[in-house]
């Protein structure tokens, strides 16, 4: 990106710093991002992928409200929010400018369990903050996001108007995944009989910022998808992503077999804080199973219709994304946890 972009940017937030350099973040599956340094201070500067996330601007209203009420309880966490509490449009795009929580890191995977422990005691404390929040208030922004059926009516009609050559390449997979799509039905059923919680909808490990120096957590970040929804979407991709010892994005997909220890941790430190009910305690292991299978299914859907969602950097990176999940729901539909 153009230094001069940014800056231009930078002044129609009214900040007056000029910038020293401006970098391309290369995480994230959706938005595009940068990191922006000037002399003094450094920020986040994101373009919304509007097409994904048609609904941003009552996006940017759940990131408001939920981020008002944590302040204001004095949520021991950085919740960065958009610079003038806005958002701004540059011919067909979408910009938004946060300041970089200082001296944190992100991780692709885990290497300690304290990682785990501190990222747990988080989310925790996030429920635990917005426990007496009725998650009602929050608008619905992308509707249908995790709901099952809806999902496998994608997958469906993938098989049928899918690349026909992508189609044959992606047969195994595509017959084993048939098999198991009534776990996301189960999943309906379990969401529906469970509370309405503020969710948000993307806790997958790279979006919680680590004290460079402590390696605790600083902040969960990412909050596009901030909307109601069920307890079990974001213990979920934890427990995907955490549990994962190579990561996502892995080709080694013999090497994906899910971290029990991890799993179990996730589970004990998040369910002391989070004002649950039992059911939803219950149920947390399963949201790691089934959360799992979803975004397998999400990313061979994807991969099916030519990679129209999901960014990628070369060919079959959807394909190889969804056999690295597969991989994990396997390894996961092996183990008890707590
Ligand atoms: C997407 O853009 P990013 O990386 O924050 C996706 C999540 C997936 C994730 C998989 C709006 O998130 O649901 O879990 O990729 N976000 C949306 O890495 O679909
Ligand atoms: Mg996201």
Redesign the pocket.
């Known amino acids: 990106m153009e230094l001069e972009f940014a800056q231009s940017i930078f002044s129609n937030f009214g900040l007056k710093e000029s910038i020293v350099n401006v970098k391309r973040i290369e995480?994230?599956?959706?938005?595009s991002t940068f990191i922006v340094n000037s002399k003094t201070n450094s920020y986040i500067l994101q373009a919304i992928n509007t097409s994904?996330?048609p609904n941003y601007e009552k996006g940017l209203e759940n990131i408001l409200t939920v981020g008002n009420w944590l302040k204001k309880k004095n949520y021991p966490y950085s919740f960065p929010l958009p610079i003038k509490s806005e958002y701004l449009k540059v011919k067909n795009e979408v910009w938004r400018l946060m300041p970089f929580v200082k001296n944190s890191i992100s991780y692709n995977r885990v290497s300690t369990l304290n990682q785990v422990k501190s990222a747990a005691n988080c989310l925790g404390e996030f429920y635990h903050y917005l426990s007496d929040f009725n998650a009602k208030n929050l608008l619905i922004t992308?509707p249908n996001?995790h709901n099952g059926e809806f999902i496998i009516k994608k997958f469906e009609e993938a098989l049928t108007s899918g690349d026909s050559k992508r189609l044959l390449f992606a047969k195994p997979i595509i017959n084993e995944i048939l098999s198991e799509l009534p776990i996301l039905k189960k999943w309906d059923n379990v969401c529906n009989s469970l509370p309405t919680r503020v969710v948000h909808?993307?806790t997958?490990i790279n979006?919680f910022l680590f004290d460079k120096k402590t390696d605790e957590v600083l902040a969960i970040i990412?909050f596009?998808?901030l909307m109601p929804g069920c307890v079990l979407s974001d213990i979920g991709?934890m427990i995907r992503t955490y549990s994962n010892p190579v990561g996502?994005e892995s080709k080694e997909i013999e090497k994906v077999v899910c971290n029990k220890e991890i799993i179990n941790l996730i589970i004990k430190e998040f369910a002391k804080i989070a004002c649950l009910e039992n059911e939803e305690i219950e149920n947390l292991f399963f949201g790691g199973i089934a959360i799992t299978f979803m975004?397998c299914v999400?990313f061979l859907t994807d991969y099916l219709n030519g990679d129209s969602?999901?960014k990628i950097s070369y060919e079959s990176q959807n394909l190889i994304r969804a056999k690295n999940q597969w991989a994990l729901y396997l390894s996961l539909r092996k183990i008890k946890a707590l």
């Open positions: 995480s994230g599956l959706i938005n994904i996330l992308l996001f909808y993307d997958k979006n990412d596009d998808t991709d996502e975004q999400r969602y999901y």
